[in-house]
């Protein structure tokens, strides 16, 4: 399993964007991959997910504001953030499994037990 870190994190004003980058210490092509976040006294949730074919899924919350993408020949995986609220302020992890069959946020969070130190996103109003 890959090791995987995250950065982009900061704090900026409602309406705002961000833009997350999560890279991976090894090869991504086959890894269902995508972002959590966790505000304060909160449970982890779901922001968006990525298959290894390319096929996303968005949060309800996020649909039309959020992008994520990866580049395979950079390991990458990123979370393009715009229209923020103050809503989206959390701490956001990115998270990868093998792709076996499909890809969701159920078969991330059932597989994935590496979640790392995350990048902070603040917004204010």
């Known amino acids: 399993q890959v090791q995987l870190v995250e950065s982009g994190g900061g704090s900026v004003q409602a309406g705002g964007s961000l833009r997350l980058s999560c890279i991976a210490s090894?090869?991504?092509?086959?890894?269902?991959m995508g972002w959590f976040r966790q505000a304060p006294e909160k449970e982890r949730e779901e922001v968006a997910i990525?298959?290894?074919?390319?096929?996303?899924i968005y949060a309800n919350s996020v649909k039309g504001r959020f992008t994520i993408s990866r580049d395979k020949s950079l390991n990458a995986l990123y979370l393009q953030m715009n229209s923020l609220k103050p809503e989206d302020t959390a701490m956001y992890y990115c998270?990868?499994?093998?792709?076996?069959?499909?890809?969701?946020?159920?078969?991330?969070?059932?597989?994935?037990?590496?979640w790392g130190q995350g990048t902070q996103v603040t917004v204010s109003s």
């Open positions: 990525i298959g290894a074919g390319g096929g996303t």
């Open positions: 998270a990868a499994v093998i792709q076996n069959t499909y890809c969701s946020s159920v078969v991330i969070t059932a597989h994935y037990n590496s």
């Open positions: 090894g090869s991504i092509s086959t890894y269902c």
